[in-house]
């Protein structure tokens, strides 16, 4: 383990924890609302209490501008952002990496003659974003939906998994087809060792690590897809539109739909955009750091040593 | 191709809410009959219609300022990104700086609209505390737009995308034996960098053009957007939904239009590699 992963492992660790125990711990709950009121202080003089609350000691993070405190909207949004692309990078690398391993370990046994065909398909599919496609699946269906959060959520989850499968898939195919022209997969086949052996024995050991980073990546990559399709008023758990004034709320609090509603908040009331924002990047950042400590320690344990000493 | 984009922008007619309870309901029907109507409207003109809120304007006379700007930002955020891509990345690879690739690794993988909402915040404070104003943060109407600040957006993801790629394969290509061989002879640094390493690296860039102008696309949707600028994705997203619903026509023809711009850019690109292999290649 070297300090990076370490790092990195420790905040999301953090983060994971605070999203599961948060809640019984934090000073507010999602239902409690500051109202309008006439505060005497103990001097004696008066002030008026207005939501939003600027963050203070009674709440740390502030309140939003109907005065539902912006911890525990928090804390409730990071089961969905945390776990949901937990979820989705486990499901995309599980079903794509299997399909490409399928894919590559067949072809390969036929000597791949056909391989620059369906790598340049994968090469044009990363010219469409993402972003649009997503987009067109589901703004029939999320802006005011009957459905419940985690239902709307759900469904958000499957299309992600489904459009982030294609390219799982050519790229585990090009990897198996390199690992399956190795002397020890050819000494294994002309031994009369059956696909699914070279497989389960041969090939898923060698690349578990490559695996595990992706996965990693994925989660980076699915986050960050949280956050966009809220720009455009996708969020994660459906969205509430209002028309007067026009306005788009997150039904889940999402850490990505908090930061598309306070996106005007440039100028005043700057913690309803910095604080959610500095929570997003943070987890970011720990998942990040964990793939890149991943990849050092797999460079580290796999590097050529000397024979001597 | 053009087939996909009809059926793309079918899909928000033809997935839908079920009408009662949670579920979803696949209106096929529904997306083949926008369809037949969006061809039968040719003749009359009527694909080429549209509302935006609740003014009819014709898609003819508004695409033109809107294809014009998205071209604008298209053409230089590819055009500087590819170049400050190409010479930063053989920097990268040259240097030892590990820090400096540790930055560029981490604010390449954030998503971009964190990028251009931090810039715009970094705008924002400086005026705040030294009311000294840098750039516009977002255009307020169509005579001032905004324009250093999204070029600037516009510039630095894909650059970042292309740097990381090009230091990649030069550092590859720096590791090879032509390389010692062509050291060994006594051939200078430079020499070495443009005309022994980077004509081995340029296939690269070229076979990675479409993921690069797929990241500068995805980035021009958000820099529209949180900019207001006036372009075609900004077009096709704000009045996709206009006073009587989903205007199938105006988003077909919007992608198209679209796609219109990615062939420009992608042409444009692969005869910028074209002119690097000219002079480079000997």
Redesign the interface.
Known sequence: MNKTLLAGLAITIVLIAASLLGPYFAPHDLSEQVKIEYVVGEDGKGTLLVPPVPPSAEYPFGTDNNGYDLMAKMLAGSRYTIFLSLAVAFCRVGIGGALGLLLGASSGERRARTRSRPASVG??L????????V???????SIN????PL?MSL?LAAVLTLVGIPPLVFTTREKTLVEMEKPFVLSARSLGASRWRIIWTHLVPHMKESFAIAFV?EI?LV???F??LA??HIFVGGTTMNFDPVEYLSRSNEWGGL?AQA?DH??TR?WL??IP?AG??LY??GV?LIS?GLERMYRERFRKVSHLG | MIAFVLLLAALPVVIQPAPRGGGLRLDWLGGWSSMREYFRGFGSGESFRYLSGRTELSFWEQIGPSFKTTLFYMCIGALTAATLGILLGIYVAVSRKEWLKRVLEFTGILPDFLIIIALQFVVVYIYLHTKVLLAEVASTSPREPAVALPILSAVIIPANYMIRNVALHMSHALSDDYIHFAKARGMGRGTIVFFHALPNVLPYVKANLHKFMGILFGNLFMVEYLFNLDGVAHLVFSSAFGFEGYQYDLTANGIVTLLVLYAIGYAMLRLFVYGWEKVLLR
């Open positions: 090469n044009l990363n010219g469409i974003p993402m972003l649009i496609i987009w067109m699946i589901l703004i029939g269906v939906p009957s459905a419940s239902a469904l990546q980076v986050t960050g897809l956050g966009s720009i455009f930061i996106r440039l100028y700057q955009l910095l924002l997003y990047v970011i950042l990040h890149v």
